[in-house]
Each structure stands twice: as C-alpha cells, then as structure tokens.
C-alpha cells in the first residue's frame, strides 16, 4: 500500500486512526447525498466496516483508495483513490472530500494522483468515475481529470453517469 503526497497532500494507506474521521465525513447529509452505495455509511460501526473494506481491497487488488490528510493541518480531509470490488463496472477513481473542504481543488489534486498511478503503477488503460446525476461538483472534477462522459446508467439505485479516461 503505497503513499503518495502532492503539494498540498498526503494520500495514505487507511489505518483505524481514521475511524473518527472517516465518521464525521460519512455523517454529512450532503456528502453522503451523493454516494454511489446504498446502505448505511454512517456512525462508528458503518465506519469500521468501510475502513475494513478500503484495507482489504488493497489487499485483494493491489490498489485502494487512500486515505487524503491535508498537510497543513495534518487533518484526513477524505478518502481518493481506486475502486474496483466484484461487479463493478470498471477500476475507477473514486473521490469523497469533507464538506468544510470542499471547492478549493483537494478532490482534483488526489485524483489526479489516482490517475496517474492506475495508468502508471497498476498497468490500467482504462478508468472510470462512477457520479451521479445530479453531482456536478464531481462532474467538474471529472472533467478536470480529462475524463469524458460515457454513458448513463442505472447504478446502485439511482440515476449516474459514467465518466471514464483511456491512457494516453
């Protein structure tokens, strides 16, 4: 499980330290209005479970998704990286930023890590992002990252959209 930093970011591997965290970010209606998983995401429980879960895909894959401190203020902001469990439709780069630190480009910047290390350390040649419809915050992001729209599907119960780049 490897770090990653940039210039405003720490991106690594989840530990139990982030339960608290991983918490308050999942208790926010608005983030998790935007969710692509149904089913309860709040409180310590939900936490652990999802803790356990970003562990053990970088164990079963070989990639994850990161957990992302801001370096300034040694805060976990998030969690950014791949996804890619049974079923799903694709590896993809996924995103999920504390509201209070939403709108200054912290989504974009860990994405962009993402990217280059699905392109460059796990050999992909395609990813995608997985957003709902009515996101268009993560939409821009997704547009930042050279991504491009798809597709519209029917994901995990509701309307999404999927964005996906090919490796240059």
Known sequence: MLSRQTPRLLLRPPTVEDLEPFVEIHEDPEVMRYMTVIGPLSGRVAAWKLLAVMIGHWHLRGYGQWSVVEKATGLVIGRVGLWNPEGWPGIEVGWVIRRSHWGYGFATEAAKEALDFGF???GADH????????????IRVAEKLGESF?????????????YGITKR
């Open 120 to 122: 460059n350390h796990v």
């Open 127 to 138: 990813l995608i992002s997985i957003i709902r419809s009515d996101n268009a915050r993560s």
């Open 150 to 162: 798809e597709r519209a599907i029917r994901f995990e119960g509701a309307e999404s959209l999927i």
